[in-house]
């Protein structure tokens, strides 16, 4: 036997969480003594909620484990909403645990502080939001629920809630089983994989496409030899930026439509079948498209679910099909020579006195990566996440599908906790504004990201649609200056060579945070959003009237 609170720490342990992030309050602080005095594992507390689930999910998705966030009850679960629902869109398994009203104070006749509608109202947000729900009232019950729900955390990718009243952590429990995943449907399987297979034999021109879920479920490289075998390209897409970053042989680009590069784009609209695995099937990934995906070319495995044209076979893993896939295809004597497209993303930045543009930023970044390697990248959303578009394929952790604002920064730390690596962070002004002020828990972590922050004195992305409207103007923080007060270095540049030698001297100096404030002027933004506003637009543009007036 042993305490609630120690075999819900186990648990997480035993099923893939590696650390929390959170922040104490009052019905949680029994559960918050237990992390740290049971050093079961590490945790990092920071300084909004909001920070604290971005950090979860950017930690899950680069461990490819669970990420953790636990909350008060009330205020801290509800300002916890946006980041879960943003992991759930994303399909990141971030598990929440929220302190809760113990038994004797939910029957005490009075409204209780954090309270909102009802005891319940908070139960029933998160279930909206998290793909199941345990409430540990039970001891004797709790482990099976537990256990329950850590397992289709895992098996769904997607996040879950655990609440846990205060008065009930230190009760006495068995330990968390480890539930047996379920396996995939052998039928729907076997002719699953015919289907597809055979499918791609008569095409011409087939194409892979992959997005989270390769990753969530730790099969880059299994999709990479997958690829191989049956001797496809392979593409990712807007949101799955980064994934295969081990696997350029078969690696051709990201896909973002009419913004992206037109290789890729031809190779994906010309493609008469398209092989696409854990895919979101969202407009920031294919509403630039000149097609519309047609079912009688498309192959969609997502969400142990998958798509054949119009045939449906459920219960089917992505891991399990690509496996079967793998097994069902004949063996090659020697590699079929297919030649490799290299992309020529931007580098060679000139270091001279011009004024930086954000697609200098990525050049200066890519030609920073030549120099040291690659760095673990989380970028927010707004044209810094279309800069980092323009830089060569890395792990990469952003909201591209959900794209709420704020997710850069506590990502960041996120990754660094995770990787224990030093991130590249790349950051607009207006989300800096939300969640940038997280920087100042670095120190006490032993964390030092870089942080690249693009400000343009503007939410430039929004302009970008509707340049006319002056709402979108923002005021002039000066954050560089505000760095040594968090702990970290900061520097503001406005020349090519200025944020040149700021990056060199960011990397060489290591143990606190850097902050680069990128000054741009309004108006300006990277190749790729200037092309992805333009394809938009073109897309979304009523179609011209006839001679009748009709469209």
Known sequence: MTTLAAALLEGLKEHGAREIFGIPGDF????????EESRILPHYTLSHEPGVGFAADAAARYHQGLGVAV???GAGAFNLVN?????????????????????????GGFLLHHQARSIDTQLAVFREITCDQAVLDDPGRAPEAIARVLRNAREQSLPVYIEAPRDLVGARTAAVPTLACRPADPGALAECAEEILARLAQARAPVMIVDVEIRRYRIEAKTAK???????????TFTGRGLMEEAADVLAGTYLGAAGHPEIT??????????????IVSDTNFALSQRQLDAQRTMLAVGREVRVGHHVYRNVPIEYLEDELVRRTPRRNKPAGRKRLVLPYPRGLAADD??????DVAAAINDLFDRHGKMPMAADMGDCL?????????????????????????????????????????????????????????????????????????WEMLRAFQPESAFNDLDDWHFAEIAPALGGTGERVTTRREFAAALERAV???????????????????????????????VRAPAPADAHGES
């Open 28 to 35: 949680v602080l029994p559960f918050y003594k237990a992390i």
């Open 71 to 73: 909350v008060t009850y």
């Open 83 to 107: 980041a879960v629902a943003g992991a759930y869109a994303e399909r990141s398994p971030v598990v929440v645990i929220a302190g809760a009203p113990g038994a004797r104070e939910r029957a």
């Open 226 to 236: 997958l690829a191989r075998a049956l001797e496809l390209p392979v593409v990712t």
């Open 266 to 279: 031809r190779l994906v609209e010309d493609a008469d079948a398209m092989l696409l695995l854990g895919v």
């Open 354 to 359: 011009r004024p930086i543009a954000p697609s």
């Open 386 to 458: 279309f800069v980092a578009m323009e830089i060569d394929n890395t792990a990469l952790a952003a909201p591209g599908y959900y794209a709420g604002m704020g997710f850069g920064v506590p990502a960041g730390i996120g990754v660094a906790v995770a990787t224990q690596r030093r991130p590249l962070v790349l950051v607009g002004d207006g989300a800096f504004q939300m969640t940038g002020w997280e920087l100042g828990n670095c120190r006490r972590h032993g964390l030092d990201p870089i942080v690249v922050l693009l400000n343009n004195r503007s």
């Open 508 to 538: 060489q100096n290591r143990g606190r945070f850097a902050l680069i404030e990128v000054m741009l002027p309004r108006g300006r933004t990277s190749d790729t959003l200037a092309r992805f506003v333009a394809g938009f637009k073109a």
